[in-house]
């Protein structure tokens, strides 16, 4: 084992804390912590919210469902995904998800390598920060900007 790169356990919810609109996003490991290799978000969707239909090719990622049910669009296939479903997105695919409830869903999320996904959540939210509310006009100008900085492409 490479001697900078020390074992660690991290308890649940323990990491850095996004809110990106109504969902809560916690990165839990990120890419200083395992050589660049991945990225472990998780998060917390309300009925009604997730991620519009988009691609990257720089990485590739896992969803786990944890809670909920969501619907997933995996290129042009429609998933109906509940507890326990786990489904893989090679990079430059086209995805989507949202929390279908009635409960509040939770899902870990797994990008590899690590440090795009999280530096993104990053710079949304700090965007949104500084532009005091995610739904001033030309916030989804930026938001699109700030993906496009990071090889994403929302499709819709």
Same mark, same amino acid.
């Given at each position: 084992?490479?001697?900078?790169?020390?074992? $660690?356990?991290?308890?649940? !919810?323990?990491?850095?804390?996004?809110?990106?609109? !109504?969902?809560?996003?916690?990165?839990?490991?990120?890419?200083?912590?395992?050589?660049?290799? &991945?990225?472990? @978000?998780?998060?917390?969707?309300?009925?009604?919210?997730? =991620?519009?239909?988009?691609?990257?090719?720089? &990485?590739?990622?896992?969803?786990?469902? @944890?809670?909920?049910?969501?619907?997933?669009?995996?290129?042009?296939?429609?998933?109906?995904?509940?507890?326990?479903?786990?489904?893989?997105?090679?990079?430059?695919?086209?995805?989507?998800?949202? @929390?279908?409830?009635?409960?509040?869903? $939770?899902?870990?999320?797994?990008? /590899?390598?690590?440090?795009?996904?999280?530096?993104?959540?990053?710079?949304?939210?700090?965007?949104?920060?500084? /532009?005091?509310?995610?739904?001033?006009?030309?916030?989804?100008?930026?938001? $699109? =900007?700030?993906? =496009?900085? &990071?090889?994403?492409?929302?499709?819709?």
């Amino acid at each position: 084992m490479n001697p900078a790169v020390q074992a $660690r356990h991290f308890p649940p !919810r323990e990491g850095t804390v996004y809110q990106i609109g !109504r969902m809560t996003m916690t990165f839990t490991t990120t890419a200083e912590h395992n050589q660049g290799g &991945y990225t472990l @978000c998780e998060a917390i969707e309300p009925p009604q919210s997730g =991620a519009g239909l988009h691609r990257h090719p720089t &990485y590739d990622e896992t969803f786990i469902i @944890c809670e909920g049910h969501y619907d997933f669009q995996l290129d042009d296939k429609m998933l109906k995904l509940g507890t326990g479903d786990t489904v893989f997105v090679p990079r430059g695919t086209p995805h989507s998800f949202i @929390c279908i409830g009635p409960e509040v869903g $939770r899902q870990f999320i797994i990008s /590899s390598p690590g440090g795009i996904f999280d530096a993104f959540i990053a710079e949304v939210a700090t965007s949104m920060v500084d /532009s005091g509310s995610p739904s001033k006009p030309g916030a989804a100008t930026d938001f $699109r =900007a700030i993906a =496009a900085k &990071y090889g994403m492409q929302f499709l819709s």
